[in-house]
């Protein structure tokens, strides 16, 4: 059974940045799972339903939310079982919680989510 955890969430100042992480453990052949599936970055702002952030693909091109594309950056690492989330610039209408998402063969696993505020 994947499991997932994201860490590197807090509070910030507007224009600050913070770097999200997403570990993945138990994987069944300890395979990088981010950079041979689909993984996805989401947030839930408090009221808000849950959006879309950011995407990488296997061997393809990642993709980001127009509204924070520049800013926010999606990265992958291959000698670990790690994806990342750099938010640069952040403002107050970032603040959420950021979830990470990874397809395998179909299915959908999610971490427990980490809080991101953003203050004025």
């Known amino acids: 059974q994947v499991q997932l955890v994201e860490s590197g969430g807090g509070s910030v100042q507007a224009g600050g940045s913070l770097r999200l992480s997403c570990g993945a453990s138990?994987?069944?052949?300890?395979?990088?799972?981010?950079?041979?599936?689909?993984a996805q970055w989401y947030r839930q702002a408090p009221g808000q339903a849950r959006e879309w952030v950011a995407l990488t693909t296997p061997h393809g091109p990642s993709n980001v939310r127009e509204s924070v594309r520049g800013p926010f950056t999606i990265s992958a690492d291959e000698t670990s079982n790690m994806m990342y989330l750099q938010m640069n610039n952040l403002k107050p209408e970032d603040t959420a919680d950021y979830y990470c998402?990874?397809?395998?063969?179909?299915?959908?696993?999610w971490g427990p989510g980490t809080q991101v505020t953003v203050s004025s």
């Open positions: 998402k990874v397809e395998i063969q179909k299915n959908p696993y």
């Open positions: 138990g994987t069944a052949s300890n395979s990088n799972v981010f950079t041979v599936n689909t």
